[in-house]
């Protein structure tokens, strides 16, 4: 998918949005949103009072109810229309995405072999648990597993990032996406989904809106909403026996069903009624904005609750690569020496640690690589078993690994690690970095000798350090979670800023380290992208699985990162948090206006009965009718206003909650209750100056 | 106004936070069943009321039992002290020989009684047997308090328990408030107001030289728990104006800190139940902040008087050394305007409803705050047990907005508020306004209805609107003027009264119950925090918003307009 960055107010989008607002009138439509439905009742019920006063039987002046009439109507399009702009967005991103889904034609196997007897199907033929054979040029035609073969494939049709990526049976890299193009050699792919039903069905069909659910919190808010609603009903439907009664004693005439249904369309909540579905279509856009496809609404709401955050060292607090910073000689070695054979061993080793140990010895010591094939030597890679790595040279071999590794080494061959190359790797370890032992045997059969240690250092990525005291401020914990020993992980979380650590972590620690903070009370949020993650994925609040990472973790988390970026979990959390905060912005702003609409309508609305209550027209308004027109006119535009701020959401800076509490409190409430008296104010000189009132 | 008068005020809020302290204290000592020495004297009777009631008091009740045990409870009460009342003349210690009371009022009256309204259609001097007023009215003014309490302290458990399904026993929570919290302060009152010269006797009415027949009975006794419980149905017709039921400033003072004590105390408890006292504190501050503002708005109207009599010539409406000053219409020389103010304020924020003066005779506004007040859906303390838990209603809702612009689903003391909660809290919300609006929306088009008003215009639609505010929301003071001993009065009322109580009561027994079975999230920077001056002033916000919202335009048609129309009127 190529990223879509929309302008907000992009033009096709707009009229797109507008038709879409008409369209949207419909009852079974409105029926959704119970606020906007009684709107939409309301507007049905002056247009029935306008054509009744234009017949003869007037309840008010036939142009007023018209006027109320048509603003009624433009609130419940505005309303329409906000929430047909954030699909619009959506569905223009999921055009995109269809454009990658073509039919392909498939090589289906009889057996998961390349030999194995073949049929060409349709890619829509294909069900789960099929094999297909896919050569380079070729789309891959569904989501699956690579069971044989490696190939690069180009997966921008899904990611956006052209450069190609490796994909091979078993381990990690074994997922593959329907779409997506094979580029060189060739894959045999065991089908894991159905039609309809891959990844990229799943991604269009989130991004439509078209499997929206309403999420909890949205649910309960509508709820609050439509109980408000129900109480602006039963307060302007009891005006009317109020103001009869006050008619009967003291003269006037009972106020007007026009006035009543204009006052209560002003006190419902309409503002964020009209605006909650729009704004979180909008969340969910930001997401896919951010290049994050979730699988629910709720995920996006569960970001904004986290309060740890697991993140994984390599990659996302340190760069990848650890590099080689310093040789540390045993006692009595010289440095050149260590520094010659370290490097000596590292010639071949393609790592990056490898490469820079191969540069710190040229340009400390002026030692320059030398090719291999020249020195007869035979590199010895590394491996889970020995877990060191080395080189045979033709009269002595040499091996660089980790403490433990290398005196297994030198036990098998009668020597003891010295006590004090023990104490120095220990001191480098506690200062965060990596110590790599090196060690020399002479062939045939001499005593192995330690000739000292390499320091490698994780470089700790820049700006870092900053984001964790956000996140801090905003009550979020981090943990980093790293393979290293519990020293060099102290040094490295105290380098970063991280509040804690799991050192020498196992997947089944992560697992262990999620029931553990969830039984505290607190909810956990992690990346992850290989097969044994897929556990602590399944188990963590907010789960991001890698693109990149196999099937089983994407299955198991209920995101998807098509960046493969670890860091992106900070952004997610924001967004998670900002889409939360733009709805209660919104619902108190809708409040806090009600205050000053009271004003303007009360005093007119009984101007006849109790013309004493004209003391409540603090905005001194011109005419009764004016003043009702002003509010009704106001309540519409602002809906219109505050769609940029919904779709957008709201602005904000990482603080804790209590001062997030006071900016949005004083910003939204208090704003709420000033901007519609300068509103209404000013609707009511400009209706003044056209001479409508 | 005078520094007298602001001084009078304040003392009350000085003092009401030290005594509240200690009996949270206690409060939550006897709640984990150490009643301490006075468990060594009631013990034996607590024991053999669970004896009584076998396996009920066992064990823990889900919020369903809870609720039928409740409810249960509460019918029983009804039909007793409606069974009372019709068979008045047959029963002994009626020295003056009352009749049986007609059925809509013996029903309005027992429904007012249990459901801790106390609003009253009849006069207690002239209606009610001791007895009656004893057994009934008395016995239930002590067991719809602990009722409230009850339901309180599940709505507690709801919060402070997590992963579980008991909110308690009902029958436990109700024999521990009556025993060791309730029966002892209404004993220790009724001494101190027997001691200040509150009648307390079964003797027959005297008659004087001249043939006045003098009311009497066992006031001090019904009296304490009247204020204790927030019940508020006084023994006299004239309520806390009568100078038998409240003879002296010291004693007026006391009953305005017996009806706050404990709704005090319950904001207290919660903090300490739930294991972070700021929390109760907050409350209580919150409260109390509103209680203080509308005390002294009501002073201040009240001091300033009415204008069309201050400003004709010759008249001193000033305060002087002689005389208060302002408007004394309605009001016990005895106290004045500041007490009556504070006692207004107090007996509506509080569901009590006592009154010392006639709340009829204030002047539009003064008369408006205690209606405001009631419209705060008795959340400023409220009345006792039930006071706390609607607040912790309204604690939902704010937080629940609160929580959205911080960045994070809405959470209170870490349990988060979703759709149920919601529905519940919706359902309280809704259903005041309905109690209140609908049957006055009915009351103002129906001719039968508006017969019993004492005043034309704005005042008598002030005098509806108050007193279905004061049935729906469980408070039962009476604003005066509206004479409702009509059939129409007495089962509309009863019904409003019902709902108010029960329709509340319920959801708030759902929300404890689904609460509970939560986990309780850990708190940290990045949630909202609810203790704060900033949240409380927030709360404030969110009660006086809702309050003002729904009821800004009843009040504009009636209060507010009156008010308006003295002030323009006058040259």
């Known amino acids: 998918m190529t990223r879509i960055r929309h302008t907000l107010y992009e033009p096709r989008l707009l009229r797109e949005a507008t038709l879409a607002a008409v369209r949207k009138l419909t009852p079974r439509q409105q029926w959704r949103n119970p606020v906007m439905f009684t709107v939409w009742i309301g507007s049905l019920g002056t247009t029935v009072l306008w054509l009744t006063a234009v017949t003869g039987v007037a309840d008010a002046p036939a142009d007023f109810t ?175 026996p109020f103001s009869q009664y006050a008619a009967t004693a003291s003269g006037g005439a009972a106020v007007s069903l026009t006035v009543l249904i204009a006052l209560f369309v002003c006190l419902a909540p309409t503002t964020i009624g009209g605006l909650l579905s729009a704004i979180g279509i909008a969340g969910m856009d930001r997401m896919i904005q951010a290049n994050v496809i979730a699988t629910s609404g709720r995920a996006i709401e569960a970001a904004g609750d986290v309060d740890v955050l697991l993140l994984d060292k390599t990659g996302t607090i340190t760069l990848g690569n650890r590099q080689a910073t310093e040789f540390v000689p045993a006692p009595g070695v010289a440095v050149e020496r260590l520094a010659d054979a370290a490097q000596l061993a590292s010639l071949a080793d393609e790592t990056p640690e490898g490469r820079s140990i191969v540069v710190l010895a040229k340009e400390r010591h002026g030692l320059r690589g030398r090719a291999l094939g020249a020195l007869e030597a035979h590199f010895v890679p590394f491996s889970a078993q020995t877990r060191m790595s080395g080189v045979d040279l033709a009269q002595r071999e040499i091996r660089k690994g980790a403490v433990e590794a290398i005196a297994a080494w030198l036990q098998q061959h009668g020597r003891e690690l010295p006590a004090a190359v023990r104490e120095a790797a220990e001191t480098v370890a506690r200062q965060g970095a990596t110590p790599l032992i090196v060690a020399e045997r002479p062939l045939p059969g001499g005593r192995a000798e330690v000739l000292g240690l390499v320091r490698l250092k994780d470089i700790v990525k820049g700006g870092i350090r900053e984001r964790f005291a956000q996140l801090r401020a905003m009550g979020i914990g981090t943990v980093m979670i790293t393979g290293d020993n519990a020293l060099t992980a102290a040094a490295i979380a105290a380098e970063a800023g991280v509040d804690d650590f799991l050192a020498e972590a196992r997947p089944e620690d992560k697992l262990a380290l999620i029931r553990r903070l969830q039984g505290e009370g607190r909810l956990v949020a992690m990346t992850g992208d290989g097969t044994n993650d897929a556990p602590a994925l399944a188990q963590a609040d ?78 001194h308004l011109a005419t009764p009718q004016s003043a009702l027109l002003s509010a009704v006119i106001f309540n519409a535009l602002v809906i219109v206003a505050l769609i940029p701020l919904a779709l957008r959401g709201v602005a904000w800076r990482p603080a804790s909650a209590s001062q997030l509490l006071r900016k949005h409190l004083l910003l939204y409430g208090l704003g709420g209750v000033l901007v519609p008296f300068v509103g209404i104010k000013l609707i009511d000189l400009l209706l003044v100056g056209l001479g409508v009132a | 106004m005078s520094i007298n008068g602001f ?495 029960f329709g509340t009561l319920l959801p708030v027994l759902a929300l404890a119950g689904h609460l509970a079975a939560k986990p309780r999230l850990a708190l940290g920077a990045g949630t909202l925090p609810t203790h704060t001056p900033l949240f409380a002033g927030f709360l404030i916000g969110v009660v006086i918003v809702v309050g003002a919202l729904t009821f800004f335009p009843a009040l504009a048609l009636g209060p507010l307009v009156e008010q308006l129309q003295l002030w323009q009127a006058t040259p």
């Open chain 1, 542 to 619: 907010v789960a991001v699985a890698m693109n990149s990472g196999t099937q089983a973790a994407k299955e198991a988390g209920n995101m998807v990162d098509l960046d493969s970026n670890p860091t992106k979990l900070i952004e997610i959390v924001a967004i998670g948090k900002q889409l939360l905060m733009t709805r209660g912005a919104l619902t108190t702003f809708s409040l806090a206006n009600d205050i000053a609409k009271y004003f303007a309508i009360i005093p007119a609305a009984f101007a006849g009965t109790y013309p004493a209550l004209g003391a409540l027209n603090l905005m």
């Open chain 2, 7 to 501: 001084a009078q005020i304040a003392l009350f809020f000085l003092i009401l936070p030290l005594l509240a302290a200690p009996l949270a204290a206690w409060m939550q000592r006897l709640y984990a069943g150490d009643a301490g020495w006075l468990g060594w004297l009631l013990g034996p009777l607590e024991r053999g009321i669970y004896h009584v009631l076998g396996p009920l008091a066992d064990g823990e009740q889900d919020w369903r039992q809870y609720a039928v045990s409740v409810l249960a409870f509460s019918l029983f009460g009804v039909a007793a002290v409606f069974a009372l009342q019709l068979m008045q003349a047959w029963l002994p210690l009626n020295p003056q020989g009352m009749s049986a009371v007609a059925s809509d009022l013996a029903l309005n009256t027992a429904v007012s009684f249990v459901t801790n309204t106390n609003w009253q259609n009849y006069a207690g001097e002239s209606t009610l047997s001791p007895l009656v007023q004893m057994l009934g009215l008395g016995v239930q003014n002590f067991l719809s308090a602990a009722t409230g309490l009850a339901v309180m302290l599940a709505l507690i458990r709801g919060f402070s328990r997590e992963r579980s399904t008991g909110l308690g026993n009902f029958w436990v929570d109700l024999t521990r408030s009556t025993l060791y919290l309730l029966l002892p302060l209404a004993l220790l009152l009724a001494l101190l107001l027997v001691a200040q010269g509150v009648v307390q006797t079964f003797a027959a009415y005297p008659t004087t030289s001249d043939g006045q027949s003098i009311a009497l009975g066992p006031v001090a006794s019904q009296l304490a728990i009247k204020h204790l419980g927030t019940n508020g149905g006084g023994f006299f017709n004239a309520n806390a104006a009568h100078p038998f039921e409240n003879p002296t400033p010291l004693t007026d003072f006391l009953l305005v800190l017996a009806q706050t004590l404990i709704p005090a105390a319950a904001a207290l408890l919660f903090g300490r139940l739930v294991g972070d006292r700021r929390q109760g504190r907050m409350l209580l501050a919150a409260m109390l902040l509103v209680l203080a503002a509308a005390a002294v708005a009501t002073y201040c109207a009240e001091a300033a008087g009415n204008p069309r009599i201050t400003t004709l010539a010759g008249v001193d409406s000033q305060p002087r050394e002689a005389m208060p000053g302002g408007n004394l219409e309605g009001k016990e020389l005895r106290f004045g305007i500041a007490r009556s103010a504070l006692f207004a304020t107090a007996t509506t924020a509080t569901s009590t409803g006592a009154v010392d003066s006639q709340h009829d005779a204030y002047t539009p506004l003064g008369g408006l705050v205690p209606m405001v007040l009631m419209q705060f859906s008795e959340t400023i303390l409220g009345g006792v047990g039930s006071g706390l838990y609607g607040m912790l209603v309204f604690v939902v809702l704010a937080v629940f907005v609160a929580g959205l612009m911080v960045g994070r689903t809405p959470e209170y003391l870490g349990k988060k508020i979703e759709p149920f909660e919601m529905k519940m809290t919706a359902i309280v919300v809704l259903l005041m306004p309905a109690l209140v609006l609908l049957p006055t929306a009915l009351a103002a088009v129906l001719p039968t209805a508006l017969t019993a008003l004492g005043n034309p215009a704005a005042h008598g639609f002030s005098e509806l609107l108050y007193a279905f505010t004061s049935m729906a929301n469980n408070n039962g003071s009476a604003f005066g003027g509206l004479s409702g001993n009509t059939p129409f009065y007495n089962l509309l009322g009863a019904a409003v009264m019902l709902l108010g109580r």
């Open chain 1, 66 to 240: 018209l006027a109320v009439c048509l603003w009624l109507w433009f609130t419940v399009l505005f309303a329409n229309f906000a929430e047909a702009l954030a699909e619009g967005r959506g569905k223009a991103q999921a055009d995109s995405l269809r454009r990658s889904r073509t039919q392909v034609q498939a090589l289906r196997l009889q057996a998961p072999q390349r030999e194995a007897g073949s049929e060409r199907v349709a890619s829509s033929a294909l069900r789960a648990g099929d094999h297909v054979l896919v050569e380079a040029g070729e789309l891959i035609p569904g989501d699956g597993e690579v069971v044989a073969g490696i190939a690069s494939v180009n997966e921008a049709a899904i990611t956006g990032e052209s450069a190609p990526v490796i994909r091979e049976a078993g381990g990690d890299r074994s997922a593959v996406t329907g779409g997506t193009t094979v580029l060189s050699d060739w894959l045999i792919v065991r089908i894991t989904s159905n039609p309809g039903e891959s990844f990229l069905d799943r991604m269009i069909a989130l991004v439509e809106g078209a499997q929206r659910q309403r999420t909890p919190n949205e649910i309960a808010l509508a709820i609050l909403l439509a109980a408000l609603t129900l109480v602006f009903l039963l307060v302007t439907a009891t005006l009317l």
